[in-house]
Nanobody
Framework: QVQLIESGGGLVQAGGSLRLSCAAS????????MAWFRRAPGKEREFVST????????DYADSVKGRFTISRDNAQNTVYLQMNSLKPEDTAVYYC????????????????????WGQGTQVTVSS
């Protein structure tokens, strides 16, 4: 089993920044593909960003491209999401997700690919 614990959420004014962290622990056979999803009030969960196991490949939803940056520190088993130029529409609960070896063949933007999920951290952006 793998446990994911998110932190770093909070309340920020529009235009501000936050950095989310997701710490992974438990038994794994290698680094996982990691991702961030979010669920805004009254909306479906949506993909935000993903990073490959070695950190060499990243992908972003169009709505956050150029504002958010995903990164990872495999020595610390931690993935980060740096969020800049935040907008009120970024308000949501943000979830960290992991696809551990053997890796799924589903698309990296698909929530179904990820076997492990954190509890979520609330991000609120005021206008």
């Amino acid at each position: 089993q793998v446990q994911l614990i998110e932190s770093g959420g909070g309340l920020v004014q529009a235009g501000g920044s936050l950095r989310l962290s997701c710490a992974a622990s438990g038994r794994t056979s290698g680094p996982g593909r990691m991702a961030w999803f979010r669920r805004a009030p009254g909306k479906e969960r949506e993909f935000v960003s993903t990073i490959s196991p070695n950190g060499g490949n990243t992908d972003y939803a169009d709505s956050v491209k150029g504002r958010f940056t995903i990164s990872r520190d495999n020595a610390q088993n931690t993935v980060y999401l740096q969020m800049n130029s935040l907008k009120p529409e970024d308000t949501a609960v943000y979830y960290c997700a992991a696809d551990m070896p053997p890796y799924s063949e589903l698309g990296s933007r698909s929530a179904d690919r990820y076997d492990f999920w954190g509890q979520g951290t609330q991000v609120t952006v005021s206008s």
